[in-house]
């Protein structure tokens, strides 16, 4: 393994931490701040919005700056969403820190991604499976960690300690080695239906699994009240199913396999939801599918980038990701608003939908 690739996965594993310590907290806290289910999912939306926008202008800035110092402007200054997050006066101030984290925290994703095809080819799913492993050990330690300062301090404790974390997560990337520009073609690709066909089923699969990951915790918290620790520990109990998950992947390496047992790990996941309360807790040991989508559903396309176009096709499929996030995010608030048990109901069949349509797409590989 690369010094680079290391010091990559400590970095997420201390942003891992720096997002586990307030993502449990997340949606009661914009409740508490905005009012209402639709605004939380407003307030996500505006996160994937910014997010779509940054990786085009992610793509552009690898082809004229070197990606170290990107990486650490994306990493360190993601802290200042935070701050605006807890000390902001207005509802507005909100929204800006959530366009603001979307932008700064994503635009050096496709740069990430290039890399791992770069330097590991068919073995890219080891690559980003890594880093989403190290990722969910830190996520295995945040939310507990975040549900004790919310309880002891507040909010203000809570997002000042956010806000800190992320900056001393772009301190790894510091022994990142020096680069140059890497020129890339950021034109559309063409001659790929290939790449387009699983363009589409990332899309699908995108809305289908994040429907209900701002809903889960709110869900979990209406139903049988529970407080700030508790939602904390199940923030940690998912984690925990994301590094068995991944480990799993990175034994087995193959991308069909994993994929198939994460996706019915995300139904059981969704579907335990509506049980009793000890079922809460096998359902968000099983969610931890969801912490890993994003690799998952990146890795499932990534044999179809052509190298010589990897910037673009990468800002165009989490551009993708991200649009149907920021969609499935304010459809689920609308849904929940309306009918909680209709929601999780949707998701786990739209998830086993996205199932068949992989295996589809595979098989005309």
Request: hydrophobic share 50%; glycine share 10%; aromatic share 16%.
């Amino acid at each position: 393994m690369s010094k680079e690739l290391k010091a990559l996965g400590i970095g997420y594993l201390m942003w891992g931490f720096s997002i586990g310590l307030y993502t449990t907290q997340w949606p009661i806290f914009l409740q508490y701040r905005l009012g209402g289910p639709d605004k939380v999912g407003l307030a996500n939306a505006l996160i994937n919005a910014a997010a779509v926008i940054s990786y085009f202008v992610g793509a552009w800035l690898g082809n004229h700056f070197s990606k170290k110092p990107l990486f650490i402007i994306s990493w360190g200054g993601s802290a200042i969403a935070p701050i605006l997050w807890v000390l902001g006066r207005s509802n507005l101030t909100v929204y800006v820190g959530c366009i603001l984290f979307g932008f700064i925290s994503s635009f050096a994703s496709p740069l990430i991604n290039s890399y791992f095809l770069e330097e590991l080819g068919d073995e890219f799913m080891k690559g980003s499976m890594y880093t989403a492993s190290t990722y969910s050990v830190g996520m295995m330690v945040g939310p507990f960690i975040g549900g004790v300062l919310k309880d002891v301090g507040g909010y203000t404790l809570l997002m000042h300690a956010t806000a800190i974390c992320f900056a001393f997560s772009a301190i790894p990337l510091l022994f990142l080695k020096k680069d140059k520009p890497t020129k890339k073609s950021l034109a559309l690709p063409r001659g790929t239906p290939k790449y387009y066909r699983s363009l589409m089923w990332a899309a699908f699969m995108s809305f289908a699994l994040m429907i209900t990951v701002p809903y889960a915790p709110l869900y979990a918290k209406e139903t049988y009240n529970l407080s700030g620790t508790l939602l904390g520990v199940l923030g940690s109990v998912s984690a925990i199913g994301a590094v068995l998950l991944t480990y799993l992947g990175i034994s087995v390496s193959n991308r069909r396999r994993v994929i198939t047992i994460s996706v019915w790990c995300a139904i059981l996941g969704t579907a335990l939801l509506l049980g009793n309360e000890w079922f809460l807790w096998l359902a968000f040991f099983f969610r931890g599918a969801f912490m890993n989508a994003y690799s998952l559903i990146t890795s499932g396309v990534s044999h179809n980038i052509p190298p010589d176009y990897s910037y673009i096709s990468f800002a165009l499929l989490t551009a993708v990701i991200a649009a149907f996030n920021s969609l499935a995010s304010a459809v689920g608030g609308y849904i929940y608003s309306s009918n909680k048990i209709v929601l999780f109901v949707l998701s786990a069949m739209m998830i086993w939908l996205g199932l068949q349509f992989y295996n589809k797409l595979t098989r005309s590989n």
